[in-house]
């Protein structure tokens, strides 16, 4: 997907849903309750907000320390800006990653390793969310009960959970497999005259990035435990920090909730966000939120409750994440990283 047309979905599904989000959940309760806001409530929840930015770039330090890396804290908060805004412009969120690894790549980490640490990162992300899919249904099985949405959201996330774990399993343990895919694609997109590299070359390359791939992921389990235990704990912080996000801002806002079933909402939710096909998760964040929060809120408040949460968790890095891109990369390079044409990398 191209850069321009990635940021008018983005724009278009967010402004859009949003808007119908709002006109259909708000009356005059609604403003007169927002009008009384807490900007103490407020400043918190960015605070909580801006902690998750923190947790997430310390991670991505402990995991390139684990791969023999280093990545100064500094840079690695470019990277958690960088990667929202390649996500909110690419189909399930995506375009993250290329991001990312064209930038480690410019700090002189080899592609192999940045598709690594790019990848432990997501998955330690996706699979302490997916803890969430049974826990929902243990603890808060009423939510089920109650809302259509939220069944339908359950199954969505068992599905893709497991076609998401079959992916990094085969991944790791058959690269052989990887490797011919690659040399597939290849020939295809060499009958295309998709690029320009030769066909020899390409594959040659690509089978060296993979090696290396399933060489710095076996690393992350012989980093020592005291450091996978603290990727895990850093992981649990930055989730913490979206979640509660949420609670914050209905604290702001003078309501009171349920602790435990937002956490399993909210968790399930955002677990079933990564799988989304809209770039960036947008409209179906904005509409499937005023869905979700009808279990946990008054309708007149859910719509409210869900663009704030959206702006302060992914609205606002994603801003300052494109200014980053714009003087960091260039318009041009990223156009050619959001089509997979990264011939600069090599």
Known sequence: MSLKRGLLYFIGLTVGVGALALYYTSDNETWHILSRARCSGIAVAFIVSAVGWISDAL??????????????????????????????????QGGGGPLLIYV??????????????????????????????PLSFLFVPEVLKESAAMTGIFLYAIIFGLLFGGLIVVSITKSETVKRIAKIVTLWMDR???FRMSVLSTVRFLNKQIDLYKQNMKLLFRGGVLKFLLVVLLTALYLVSLIG??????????????????????????FV??????????????????????VLFPLNMTGVLSIGWRFLVHYLPTLIGAVMAVEMIGLEIMSKIMRGKDDELN
Do not use: C
């Open 192 to 194: 295309l005259k998709l």
């Open 59 to 92: 991670r991505i330090q402990v995991i390139a320390d684990i791969m023999e890396e280093h990545i100064e804290f500094k840079t690695s908060l470019q990277l958690v800006f960088l990667n929202s805004f390649g996500s909110a412009i690419t189909p399930f």
């Open 104 to 133: 480690l790549h410019g700090k002189g980490i080899p592609i192999g390793k940045g598709v690594a640490l790019t990848l432990v990162r997501t998955i330690f992300t996706v699979l302490m969310l997916g803890l969430f899919v």
């Open 273 to 294: 966000l990564y799988f989304v096909p809209t770039p960036g998760a947008s409209g179906i964040a904005e509409g499937g939120g005023v869905a979700v929060y009808k």
């Open 245 to 270: 996000t949420l609670p914050a801002l209905a604290w702001a806002l003078g309501m009171h909730v349920s602790i435990e079933k937002t956490i399993l909402v909210q968790g399930l939710f955002l």
